[in-house]
């Protein structure tokens, strides 16, 4: 061979001795052939493959731009100078004797080469990414392998004069030319065409250089510092990323993998039978009943649980084992490309360890040449390099792989949810399905990012152990042993420390439950003075809670101990049994820091394989549950036809439907035919079946026998209304187009247009989930709107007037459903219980027991004396009297009705929602508006102030979100929070930390100088006593290093757990120490954050990341230290890179911690859109608006993928380039221990590069750990801000009552003026009156007219804006507030309890005796009951008082005004659902025990205060009248009217 290549190039081809001297040098037929041969083979091997889109002919090609035509004009050159050197060739060997054969073939070659690249830069015109990879690769390899040649013609031009001047010269040429199109081929050539594609996301058009070290990315890092990024600055995803394009495949895949899957089943169950004996039972039934047989069998068990073993276990059998296979189908390319990536990245890995040890080699030996030294630092470097690059294009396909995975789960979820069986729907409840969205999606996603460490953990171990065992023989087994050892260690520390967890967790919900009831029963609180009592039993609660986390903390410490001894342990072992065990082994330099070079490889897979065996478990279990959910049935809508019959809507023959497959049919035999336009009631008992005909029609049922023909489109009003989480027009409209003549006249026929006015935003008002500040009246009526928009030609309402008033029923019915309503011309079935509209509608069904009994027309019915008729006698009488009550004046329907409902939302409070809360108090003008008498001002001031109030509001949370959460974090946060640590703590924590790493750097510089021992007894034997103290001084700089850092981290866990407390108590006295009008005006849901979610970041994040920040910071300040002690030139090179290194960081942070918020921000859409869904389903699917929600599904999955996207490659983006300092690094530091040879030690070598090889890492985590502690931080100033809230006036002040105050009970109001906020107009306009001792005062007006803020004055929950209220003679804005509120008493008009209980609730500063409690419960009427119960006094009230009725709650709050008994009662009327009886009840026990009060009753209903001593009548917040009653009722004025209204004739009457 090397003959042959001898005669070729006509010189010697291969000769070693070229390499043995200093000034080494390839020969010359070996860079003829082989540096030519290496590119030249890559190129024409993958060349030819980009040459193919010009054979496509339908693809257009994109324009010529200035770079394609610079690359094609350098190509053109390239190929001129190979001519020429061809021409060259041939004329001089025309004139000599023929020249060497290479001559011609290295020309020619060329040729054809620079002809195949002109032809790739051509076809590349076809495509998006217009230059190619292959290209940038060639031109990387010719580049490099024409350096050797290039330096090799230098030296001989520099040694002699040059002999072969033209081809000298064409080499330089060729060489530069190739050099400027590597430099052009690194831009991205971009068409004007694709300008366009190229804003919406630039990674489409990026160069392959910009691709593998993400520069495409960097300007979107840049406009993340400039500004905080919103979603609309984030680039959209790549058409093959979008959901819809990841689904189809996934589910085409999927599809094909579960007919697999079932068929199995089928198989798993024949099996089963078989061995059950069915066989002769299954034989004679046709396949198709088989089938049905198959599917009843599996839904058995769900009726008989405890049936036989057998049966049991077909209902826990699905399809499975189809989703992995899936899943690996549908992204297998995104897996082997990874696969490829980790492999080659694991393999050089294991190049560095090899160098080091090379190039220590080279630094002990005296004669070793020069160049030698720096070919080892350049491959270091290269090797380092490709080693970062491959690793991020790993780890970037993986989380891509990642968040496609949930995606595509995500995706398959919905869609499954949309077709579900009702079955499969009952299996699983709407929590569930969101949690297998939210947390086994997760699960994958995570899943997906490790997934290869399964195969490449072990295969690091085993070459890890291969080449320690070449280094140090079997005692590795040492090191490994005790790596071994550690992991039950740590295992068991884990599941220690899960237990306190546990344990931790159930304390902080119960201070979750007890917080979140303190905010919504606050009102109360105040009103009671009883703040302090609650505060206790927070403050116990937290201290139980600290007192776990001590511990917690305290193990994790012992962990980290652990963990920081681990390394040093395994190499401290390894050595020593190294050294002990022959005396002819001496440890040197290169093979100490080669091991430990290993070690420190070693040790991430060995920490990573349980991580992922772990979660390999979690993620089995979750693809259990995804194979049972997406694998169960689908609905079955066959029985539903829609063939065309004449004259008939709806016809059902001989329907039979059931819920489930085999149980009792819910109708049956049922056979209908109505009529096109007519309307059909539909009555019957409870539970006669009405519901179940319309599920029927609907397709929600299992059909049994028969069918249902519908023809013509449906609309669908459900019993319980179901409304979106989007404005109400978007609610009303339902993805129809606007028709604003046609929506203008739907809502008014739906009396909705009075609502509509009283929402702060008219029909554009954002409406909350579920609905939640929508009354249940309002939440009816939009449904009907949304039917009667959608202009169907069947309408199904599901009873929708049973959620509204008699009178808007009746209005309702007029507008839109009766004879003359908007629906007149439709097919209209009305399943109703309201016997007064029946005589109106054209046919009625009567229902009874699932079958039809009787349907005919109104007359016909009552004329045939059946089932119809008796009803009607049963529930006639009612009726009427009912519908002649309520005939009052329609045109007021809608206001009226706005009164009786809008209390709802206030009853079940909604905690994160700014309108309900805002329009609480301020809006209390507009909560029942019984006429429009209100003087005009009023009315709109108020309304301005509710338009200004959301506006505000909203404002009041962007501002507060942008002030926190974007920028730089001030320094004074950090400081704070060290304050509340503790500066001595801070200070001895650091230290701690810096002996620890002083400890670290000490370690290694005596492990250096151990190996030096190597060189200094080299042919003598090593004397024992130096050897134990080589090995004993180690040991002892080891365990100080793992001790300090014992002390720091049990020191700051201490430190930790003071800050915790101190700021909790800050915020929590600071909270309850707040106005009300702090309460109204910031929703509940903002509080209790601050309690969950701000101060567990305090509890448990903020130190662990303190920590590992300090940590970092000190192990890379410890290993640049180590490499300036060996090469003090590299001070020079930190700077620089210290630089660069800042820069990259900041820019980093601030783009990462936004991308993480648009993250969070845009998941909840996803799991609220899906919740929405799945409790909207029947609704979606009668409407047939599945392929709409599937893309709204889509939409918004899209929009948290690309932000999700955008944060992976921001981390690429980062870890590239500081894998790339981490690199640079390392060069200088071999650099520099080659340049400075003689004067070093092998052993300090050895320490300065393998301490920068590890130092990538840390560099990583250093941005890491910086930008969590910078997000986290944010929690301190959360929590600060609201200790910062302006504080109510003090509690106890100076001036105190005297003692038994109020004596008499006598009020003065003087001139009184009260505003809610400063803002916002005067509520009480002046008021002056006086109330003697133990007058009894009834206090009544319009709604809005200021009655309870008289009562909020009172407690002085509102401070006064002008003249002053005395109560025996003391002005009560002089004494602090609990000496004022302890000493009035009030049943407020909700009854709130808390849990805990019964005495507590009664009493929660234990401040009566039992006997004084049994009294109070005995005369509120409640001791029997009390005394029935499981622990009487002690029984314990669940939250919000849930286990006690209504009317019991209003008893239980009469029982604490019993017991505390003071001169004055406040009684604010209850307008809960409290029943007459208890109402008399309260009355009665008023009348007799407070007679000796002053009692004054904030009325709702007159019949109350008509026994009064004297009425007071506020209107618009002034005294028009202050009489006793009966004269009140003899003058004409607002009292008497009001009275008429409520059919009060005289002082003795019954109800409203």
Known sequence: MSAALDEFCGSVFWNASYLDRPDADLPVCFQQTVLVWIPLGFLWILGPWQVLPMCKFRDKKSSVTKLYIIKQVLTTLLMLTAVAELVLAVVEGAKQDPLPAVQYTDPSLYIATWLLVLLIHDARRFCLRRDSAILFCFWILSLLCGTLTFQSLLRRALQAPISDVPRFVLFFISYGLQLLLFLVSGFSDIAPESKEIKKKNPEVTASFLSSITFEWYSSMVFKGYRKPLEIEDIWELKAKDKTQSIYNVFEKNMKTAVRKAQAELEKRKRKKRRREGDLDHVNNISKAQSQDILVLEEKQPKKKKKGDKGDSGSHKDYPRGWLIKT???????????????????????????????????FVSDEESFAWRGYVYAILLFLSALIQSLCLQQYFSLCFQLGAQVRASLIAAIYKKSLTMSGATRKESTVGETVNLMSADAQRFMDMANFVHQLWSSPLQIILSIVFLWGELGPSVLAGLAIMVLLIPINAFLVAKSKTIQVRNMKNKDERMKIMSEILSGIKILKLFAWEPSFEKRVNGIRAREL????????????????FTCAPFLVSLASFAVYVLVDENNILDAEKAFTAISLFNVLRFPMTMLPLVLSSLVQTSVSNARLERYLGGEDLDTSAIHHSPIEGSAVRFSEATFAWEQDGDAAIRDINLDITPGSLVAVVGAVGSGKSSLVSAMLGEMEHIKGHINIQGSLAYVPQQAWIQNATLKDNILFGSELDEARYQQVIKACALLPDLELLPAGDQTEIGEKGINLSGGQKQRVSLARAVYSNADIYVLDDPLSAVDAHVGKYLFEHVLGPKGLLQNKTRILVTHSISFLPQVDNIVVMVAGAVS?????????ANRGAFAQFLNLYGRQGKDASEENTTDIALAGDEEQGDEDTEPLVEEAPDDVVTMTLKREASIHRRVFSRSISKTSTNSCKKAQEELPKKMKGQKLIEKEAVETGKVKLSMYLRYLRAVGLWYSFWVAMGYVGQYAAFVGTNLWLSAWTDDAQRYLNETYPVEQRDLRIGVFGALGMSQALFLLFATILSSYGAMRASRVMHQQLLSNILHAPMSFYDTTPTGRIVNRFAKDIFTIDETIPMSFRSWLSCLMGIISTLLMITLATPYFALIIIPLSIFYYFVLRFYISTSRQLRRLDSVTRSPIYSHFGETVSGLSVIRAYGHQARFLQQNEITMDINQKSVYSWIISNRWLAIRLEFVGSLVVFFSALLAVISKGTLDGGIVGLSVSSALNVTQTLNWLVRTSSELETNIVAVERVHEYTKVKNEAPWVTEKRPPRGWPSKGEIRFVDYKVRYRPELELVLQGITCNIGSTEKVGVVGRTGAGKSSLTNCLFRVLEAAGGMILIDEVDIATIGLHDLRKN????????????????????????????????????????????????RLLYVVSEGGENLSVGQRQLVCLARALLRKAKILILDEATAAVDLETDHLIQTTIRSEFADCTVLTIAHRLHTIMDSNRVMVLQAGRIVEFDSPEELLRKPGVFSTMAKDAGITNTETTTL
């Open 327 to 361: 899943l690996c189908k549908t992204f297998w390319q995104k897996l082997l490309l990874s696969v490829a990536f980790k492999l080659v990245h694991d393999v050089i890995v294991f190049v560095s360890p090899q160098l080091l040890k090379l190039l220590i080699a």
């Open 547 to 562: 007192k776990n986390l001590l511990n917690f903390s305290y193990l994790q410490s012992t962990s980290m101990f652990i």
């Open 854 to 862: 009787e349907h005919g027309s109104y007359g016909t019915l009552l």
């Open 1384 to 1431: 009035l008493t009030i049943i407020p008009q909700d009854p709130v309890l808390f849990t805990g209980t019964l005495r507590m609730n009664l009493d929660p500063f234990d401040q009566y005796t039992d006997e004084e409690v049994w009294k109070a419960l005995e005369l509120a009427h409640l001791k029997t009951y009390v005394q029935d119960l499981p622990g």
